[in-house]
């Protein structure tokens, strides 16, 4: 079974500075897709930015970054010129790529998220 | 293009009763997919359903279960209910339309129905 580890349980920034946040994940498989969401107060989770692991290219969305390291199972989301508005819970999700989807492995594996404040 | 919605948005029952939850996918989206999201913590698994067959299922006690209707919206049953049953229950939809690429596989979030047993 696949874990995923948010070992920051909250972050804090200041407005139009940068933060990191840390996720790393535990698997045997060799093709997965990685995901940050973020759920703010209105409870929605949004799709911030994915990663196919067979790319060695890092995934950039705007002012939303990843620095994948696959051999180390290492997915960190950077957040460029912070916003108000990016004050949220953030949760890194896997999945896996292959399987026949009776086994259900379609499903998301979500870490325990990482609370992100923004300070004006 | 709505959204994936969810209903009720809130509920509050007492333990040993029985609730049904009720979500429909975006519109084309033919697996709908429930989590539960205990306060402080990630969404966990519970069903995945895709053309009206449950496709997944997660670690989850037999008084929790769940149908997919021919419109692809789907209802989640929750029986004898527990006070650690209190949660946000989230729904969400994707295409799996089999092309190539992650995206007909991406799951969509509805708001969730936030249920708490007292």
């Known amino acids: 079974a696949q874990t995923v580890t948010q070992s920051q349980p909250e972050m804090s920034v200041q407005e139009a500075e940068t933060v990191t946040l840390s996720c790393t994940y535990d698997?045997?498989?060799?093709?997965?897709?990685l995901f940050w969401y973020k759920q703010p107060p209105s409870r929605q989770m949004i799709l911030v930015i994915r990663?196919?692991?067979?790319?060695?290219q890092n995934a950039t969305e705007n002012r939303f970054s990843v620095n994948f390291q696959k051999a180390a199972k290492s997915f960190s989301l950077k957040i460029s010129d912070s916003q108000l508005g990016d004050a949220a819970m953030y949760f890194c999700?896997?999945?896996?790529?292959?399987?026949?989807?009776?086994?259900?492995?379609?499903?998301?594996?979500f870490g325990s998220g990482t609370r992100l404040q923004v300070q004006p | 293009d709505a959204g994936v919605t969810q209903s009720p948005t809130h509920l509050i029952k007492t333990r040993g009763q029985q609730v049904t939850l009720r979500c429909s996918p975006i519109?084309?989206?033919?697996?709908v997919s429930w989590y539960q999201q205990v306060l402080g913590q990630g969404p966990q698994f519970i069903f995945q359903?895709?053309?009206?067959?449950?496709?997944g299922r997660g670690n989850f006690p037999d008084r929790f279960s769940a149908r997919q209707f021919p419109n692809y919206s789907s209802e989640l049953n929750v029986n004898a209910l527990l006070l650690g049953d209190s949660a946000l229950y989230l729904c969400?939809?994707?295409?799996?339309?089999?092309?190539?690429?992650?995206?007909?596989?991406?799951?969509?979030f509805g708001p969730g129905t936030r249920l708490t047993v007292t």
């Open positions: 969400a939809s994707s295409s799996e339309s089999g092309t190539s690429g992650v995206s007909s596989y991406e799951q969509y």
């Open positions: 698997t045997s498989e060799s093709d997965y897709y």
């Open positions: 990663q196919e692991a067979y790319k060695q």
């Open positions: 999700a896997y999945r896996s790529a292959f399987g026949p989807r009776d086994t259900g492995r379609r499903a998301l594996t």
């Open positions: 519109s084309g989206h033919k697996s």
């Open positions: 359903y895709y053309e009206k067959e449950e496709r």
